[in-house]
């Protein structure tokens, strides 16, 4: 299965500000997503990073507030702008692995951010 | 109505114990299924992949239910080690999202 590693693996920022988080896969893969998973919630998806182009979100999530790049098919960062305290969260990047029918999902260690 | 739906526990179970936990899905064109576990403060890990009539990994056995779109879990024997959120998580028949049940909490008691 893909290893996937996060930077910085938490943070605690100020309102207003921007953090940018990193995604490094030590494979090639198609897909890969960022999730959000506030506390003591489930995991909600905030976009397919899609390389070259871009990112699909979803419902509810913005471009402007959550840019995400994706240059090539092993790294993706997710920015989180403009932040308020309700962006406090742990948010995690997965990618989508395997071959014919049995596609799996694993995600990276996620990085903890609080907004103070 | 959501795509995944568990039943979010808590389950206290003893150790040695067999616990079971149940997950129904929305859509009757989905292909894949999984149970992932996440412990506290960590990302969720692939415990199972469920792709046909179900299988067994050791304590762990996962079936599929298609006709009444749902699937299990069971662990026997019960570990302290157990202890965690179980999350069921789909495959849309599109292949390109996954959609997760909001995890069934697990504590094991010695």
């Known amino acids: 299965s893909a290893v996937i590693s996060q930077k910085p693996s938490r943070d605690i920022c100020q309102r207003g500000t921007s953090l940018t988080i990193q995604c490094q896969v030590d494979?090639?893969?198609?897909?890969m997503f960022w999730y959000r998973q506030q506390p003591g919630q489930s995991l909600t998806l905030i976009a397919t990073?899609?390389?070259?182009?871009?990112?699909?979100?979803e419902s509810g999530f913005v471009i402007d507030k959550f840019p995400i790049s994706r240059p090539n098919l092993t790294f993706s960062t997710l920015t989180v702008s403009n932040m308020s305290p309700e962006d406090s969260s742990i948010y995690l990047c997965?990618?989508?692995?395997?071959?014919?029918?049995?596609?799996?999902?694993?995600f990276g260690p996620g990085t903890r951010l609080t907004v103070t | 109505r959501k795509e995944v739906e568990q039943d979010p526990g808590p389950f206290n179970v003893p150790e040695g114990a067999t616990v079971a936990f149940n997950c129904t899905y929305s859509?009757?064109?989905?292909?894949?299924f999984f149970w992932y576990r996440q412990d506290c403060r960590k990302e969720p890990k692939l415990l199972m992949s469920?792709?046909?009539s179900g299988n067994e990994d050791g304590r762990f056995t996962a079936q599929l239910n298609r006709a009444s779109q749902y699937i299990s879990l069971l662990i026997r024997d019960s570990k302290l080690s157990d202890s965690a959120t179980y999350l069921c998580?789909?495959?849309?028949?599109?292949?390109?999202?996954?959609?997760f049940g909001t995890g069934t909490s697990l504590t094991v008691i010695p």
């Open positions: 997965s990618v989508e692995d395997g071959q014919g029918a049995g596609y799996e999902q694993y």
């Open positions: 494979s090639q893969v198609t897909m």
């Open positions: 990073a899609n390389q070259g182009s871009e990112a699909t979100y």
């Open positions: 859509n009757s064109a989905s292909q894949s």
């Open positions: 469920v792709y046909s």
């Open positions: 998580v789909v495959l849309s028949n599109t292949g390109n999202q996954f959609y």
